[in-house]
């Protein structure tokens, strides 16, 4: 039997990892990470938008492994802050801040905003890159309100202030397996599956 090529799922976060061991479970590919393949550098999230900077992170780290690298660019979008954070999501509120500031942060900015105009959305952004320069993309969405205050301690980031109404549920309430069905997260990856299918067939 041919070995399994390997995909390099390039990020540092080790909230997302977990996901993507899950949501890539039963792909044409043996996953690896950054940490295994002792890669250090990171990648400038310079990019206007999640897209482009998926495509930075994805193709420069193709670039370093040698290995089709997937990447994501996510972020959180509040209306009531004109779209912020967006792409700004991980330097909101300042460098080196825990995820509990950040959230502080966000809920001191909405404070005394009602209910009904705290509605927002996750974004995720996956770039999926060759070591020869060929990059595709996808993105899903994942629709919600911040919440008055924070609640439940599973996943990462903003998860604690995300309120998901269908659920009646934080995102941070739900286990892995429930996030992985619903999330941002899944559904781009649920694209993403498709791509790095046609490029394990092209590659036969
Ligand atoms: P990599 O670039 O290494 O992948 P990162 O933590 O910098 O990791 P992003 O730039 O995509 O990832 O994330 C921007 C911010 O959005 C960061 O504060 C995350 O904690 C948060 N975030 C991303 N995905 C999330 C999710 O599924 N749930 C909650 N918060 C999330």
């Known amino acids: ?12 976060n080790r909230g997302k990892l977990r996901e993507y061991a899950g949501l890539l479970s039963g792909i ?9 393949q002792g890669i250090t550098e990171e990648v400038e999230e310079t990019g206007a938008s999640l897209e482009q900077n998926a495509i930075r992170k ?8 040698g290995f089709i690298t997937m ?23 300042g460098d080196n801040v825990s995820d ?25 952004a996956i770039a999926v890159a060759t070591p020869l320069g060929e990059v595709k993309t996808c993105e899903g969405v ?5 919440a008055l205050d924070a609640k439940g301690t599973g996943g ?6 995300f309120y998901l109404p269908e659920l009646d549920k934080h995102m941070a309430e739900l286990t892995l397996e429930e996030k992985n069905r619903i999330s941002h997260r899944a559904r781009a990856a649920k694209k993403a599956r498709r791509i790095l299918e046609r490029l394990s067939r092209a590659a036969e």
């Open 156 to 161: 990462f980031g903003y998860d604690p202030i």
């Open 1 to 12: 039997m041919n070995r399994l090529a390997k995909l390099l799922v390039a990020t540092n």
């Open 58 to 65: 994805a193709t420069a780290y193709a670039g370093r492994s």
């Open 100 to 124: 509990k500031q950040r959230n502080d942060y966000l809920l001191a900015k909405l404070k005394g905003v009602p209910w009904e105009k705290r509605r927002a959305r996750f974004r995720c």
């Open 142 to 146: 994942c629709e919600g309100i911040i």
């Open 71 to 93: 990447a994501d660019d996510s972020g959180l979008e509040v209306d009531a802050l004109g779209g912020e954070p967006g792409p700004l999501s991980r330097r909101y509120a």
């Open 28 to 36: 044409p590919f043996e996953l690896t990470t950054l940490a295994e």
